[in-house]
């Protein structure tokens, strides 16, 4: 019986993905979206700037935290939505479909005191001297669950310039979130047009998941509008309902200096999350990339 093509190449890695979002680095409030880590690990039998055609020859295995918190960690604010923290771990497969691009896979996120996640916030807190989480915070905190979660985005690449690309894309999750998102993002900068584009899941952010060495700089513009089904963060219990809508627009830059040694700073403005929320949000997001 002959190997399959997939089977005959031997996978190797090919990128890494990171991406560290924060509301210190936007509105420096600690607050809502407070903070989320993205890593990934991509495989294949090879880049050359595109997708492969067949799903399961790209693999890219995730790895995310996030915070999502009340206005306020204790005292007056601490009670306008419950606390989460989630940890994630999933595979992905990315590739080409005729000429549009196709993420799609699935995540155990993983919620709730048994992520330790507060823990951990409380004690960084108490090392820098900021506000802990108080008692009625930690109590308060959705409820211990694993959620498989399903998401598949679908992106159709333009060029429409030399050096930039509009990448149009619907997405949709059903899961811990369930919702249905489209947007677009414009890639602009000669060194982004052959990258393996990741998309951070709270802000939004296309963060390059195997990128090329060109030196140089680019730009990303995008924004996306999403309609919510259901959402493990707002569990009835608490009584904070969620919105049915959220928009987000966000604009970023990429520098890299060759091979292994690149840059990322984005800004994010995120929509009011649930009813009686005052005010939308800005998170900043940064990538180092030190590869030797």
């Not at 997939?6 to 090919?14: H, P």
């Not at 509105?27 to 492969?52: F, H, K, L, M, N």
């Not at 998941?209 to 060109?214: D, F, I, L, M, Q």
């Amino acid at each position: 019986i002959a190997a399959s093509p997939i089977a005959a190449q031997e996978r190797e890695t090919l990128g890494f993905g990171r991406l560290f979002t924060n509301d210190y680095f936007g509105d420096t409030q600690d607050r809502w979206r407070s903070g989320s880590y993205s890593y990934s690990i991509v495989r294949g039998a090879g880049w050359e700037g595109r997708a492969p055609a067949a799903p399961g020859a790209l693999l890219e295995y995730r790895l995310r935290s996030e915070i999502i918190a009340p206005s306020a960690l204790n005292g007056a604010g601490s009670d306008d939505r419950a606390y989460v923290g989630a940890f994630s771990a999933g595979l992905h497969t990315h590739f080409a479909w005729g000429g549009a691009n196709v993420s799609t896979g699935v995540d155990l996120v993983a919620v709730g005191p048994q992520t330790g996640v507060a823990n951990l916030q409380d004690g960084l807190h108490k090392f820098v001297s900021a506000p802990n989480v108080s008692n009625s915070v930690h109590d308060s905190q959705v409820a211990n669950a694993v959620y498989p979660t399903a998401l598949a985005e679908l992106s159709y690449p333009v060029q429409i310039a030399r050096t930039a690309t509009l990448r149009p894309f619907v997405e949709a999750q059903y899961g811990v979130e369930d919702y249905l998102r489209v947007g677009a993002d414009i890639l602009i900068g000669d060194m982004l047009q052959t990258d393996l584009w990741l998309r951070d899941s709270p802000s939004g952010q296309l963060y390059a998941g195997v990128e090329s060495e060109e030196p140089g700089y680019g730009f990303v513009i995008g924004a996306d509008y999403a309609l919510i089904d259901d959402s493990a963060y707002f569990p009835a219990s608490f009584g904070t309902v969620a919105e049915d809508e959220r928009f987000r627009a966000r604009a970023g830059v990429h520098w890299r200096f060759g091979g292994g040694i690149s840059y990322f700073y984005g800004l994010t403005y995120l929509s009011e999350e649930y009813v009686g929320q005052p005010e939308g949000q800005l998170v900043g997001s940064l990538k180092l990339n030190f590869n030797f």
